[in-house]
């Protein structure tokens, strides 16, 4: 995973709890996860568009 070991992400994690504290954690979890989800819809769109776009070049 991108070269990041046990030790690292542990090392992060403090850093990510010294900065933000523990109370907003949830809430940078939430925006990450909807963050994530919203790139994934975005890339499944853009999959599904393509070859349609490319057809309709074709035609053209």
């Known amino acids: 995973m991108f070269g990041i070991g046990m ?8 850093i990510i709890l010294i900065i933000f504290g523990v109370g907003k ?8 996860g909807k963050a994530i ?5 975005a890339s499944k769109e853009a999959e599904t ?4 776009k490319i057809e309709d070049e074709k035609k053209s």
Do not use: A, S
């Open 7 to 14: 030790p690292e992400l542990i090392i992060i994690l403090v």
């Open 25 to 32: 954690l949830p809430e940078i979890g939430g925006g990450m």
């Open 37 to 41: 989800r919203n790139f994934k819809d």
């Open 49 to 52: 568009e393509e070859p349609e």
